[in-house]
């Protein structure tokens, strides 16, 4: 998922700045499955599921090497090269990938703190040690603590904190 969403981000950006997209692939090697789009990338999932590119025009590989023909391209092609866009759209390009990484960890934090919460300790009590403070002060095993000198107690974190600012 994290290595789609990565290419993604690359693919979308370099989509928005004109730049024509050969192979959007899931993988390396062989390929095991894969559809060729209206704009004519190829996508595709291949063998080896270690990581994923997006290989735009003017690319001679995987890892964005300019192709020997970039230099003998047609002005037509020009505008669609990667190779032949302005410094600030090749780097958007570049920095797209890692900042959707980055937006989707921050959507699927929200989602989860959202609907499922985040963990806490409750603030029951399991044992009291003997000839302790918590015993003289009756407290037993089983007890869930509420509140401390009228300070609302939600989780066992908010007892440490009463305890250790007394």
């Known amino acids: 998922m994290l290595v789609f969403v990565h290419e993604l981000g690359h693919y979308l950006v370099a989509r928005f700045n004109g730049v024509r997209i050969e192979v959007f692939s899931i993988g390396f090697g062989p390929e095991i499955f894969g ?19 997006v290989k735009m025009f003017g690319d001679s590989d995987a890892s964005s090497m300019p192709s020997g023909a970039v230099h003998e391209m047609s002005a037509e092609d020009r505008a669609v090269s990667f190779h032949h866009k302005r410094l600030g759209q090749r780097t958007a390009v570049v920095a797209a990938g890692p ?23 409750p603030a029951d009590v399991g044992q009291v040690q003997p000839k302790s ?9 089983g007890d869930t603590i509420t509140a401390i000198d009228g300070q609302k107690i939600e989780r066992f974190e908010d007892v440490q904190q009463a305890v250790a600012s007394q």
């Open 133 to 141: 403070a918590a015993e003289q002060g009756g407290i037993k095993p």
């Open 35 to 53: 559809w060729n789009d209206r704009a004519g990338t190829r996508w595709k999932v291949s063998a080896i599921p270690l990581g994923g590119y």
């Open 99 to 121: 900042l959707a990484n980055f937006l989707f960890a921050i959507v699927v934090l929200a989602l989860l703190f959202g609907t499922v919460g985040q963990p806490f300790t």
